[in-house]
């Protein structure tokens, strides 16, 4: 058994994995994080990975884990099932690098393109012989809601509304879907532009508002809210067998 940990800005992701498949998943808040150690001994794990956005590891936690299971940390410097091209590997989010792999495992052999829609919208490029080509980054829905508020005087705070619109009547609609309709226009032509230079594309969405861009976007995408964990047990496994 395997334990995948995707610790973020404010929530923990689980995965407990046997062999390749996810066989249970929890999310808790940060400060709400169980006894993780019971938990991975519950469950027969023998091998853990664990990859953090920034939020430092718990000395005592990272040593408990050092001492009971095969245990890795995600750094720049794991060795990984595919080929890292991105010239600065040391600033490249953790959980984008897993997305990828996470496609990979999935998807072997294709170009795909991995659209994260969280907090920041995320553009990552696999190349169909492995080699991780590199992605964008552009501010997420609630981004960017937040910013027109915020820089500006007068313009209000909201929320997400019924995306069927293409013209807003009021100040709050207007802003609603100009971001909303914006920003899936972004993802359709980031989604030309990459099939216009590759190809045959595979385009994987995931993050938390995966579920809401996939009723709006004209392209053909593929829905899966366990890129990142499915990544990370891959990660896990690879080095895992190269002690075998």
């Known amino acids: 058994m395997n334990l995948t940990i995707d610790i973020g800005n404010t929530r923990v992701k689980t995965g407990l994995f046997s062999s390749l498949d996810l066989i249970e998943k929890q999310a808790w808040e940060i400060d709400g994080l169980p006894d993780i150690i019971t938990y991975a001994t519950n469950h027969q794990v023998q091998n853990v990975i664990l990859s ?3 939020n430092p590891i718990d000395p005592v936690l990272d040593a408990e884990f050092s001492q009971r299971f095969y245990y890795l940390q ?3 410097r794991t060795p990984l099932p595919i080929n890292n091209a991105y010239s600065t590997p040391e600033t490249l989010g953790k ?3 897993a997305a990828v792999i996470g496609a990979w495992q999935l998807y072997p052999g294709e170009n795909c393109l991995v659209i994260d829609a969280g907090t920041c919208i995320t553009y990552d490029l696999l190349r169909e012989d492995g080699v991780y080509l590199g992605g964008n980054i552009s501010p997420g829905l609630a981004m960017r809601f937040r910013a027109m508020h915020e820089f500006t005087a007068r313009l209000p705070l909201v929320d997400r509304s019924d995306p069927s619109e293409s013209i807003g009547q009021s100040t709050e609609t ?3 879907i100009g971001g909303q309709l914006g920003t899936s226009l ?3 032509g980031f989604i030309r532009l990459f099939r216009d230079q590759y190809g045959s594309l595979r385009v994987l969405l995931t993050g938390g508002d995966a579920d809401f861009f996939a009723k709006v976007l004209k392209s ?3 829905v899966n809210s366990d890129l990142v964990l ?3 047990n891959k990660i896990l496994t690879y080095n895992a067998e190269q002690l075998v």
């Open 52 to 54: 953090t956005v920034g």
């Open 74 to 76: 995600l750094t720049h």
């Open 95 to 97: 959980d984008r690098l």
């Open 174 to 176: 207007a802003m609603q």
């Open 186 to 188: 972004e993802m359709d």
């Open 220 to 222: 053909q995408i593929f």
């Open 230 to 232: 499915k990544g990370l």
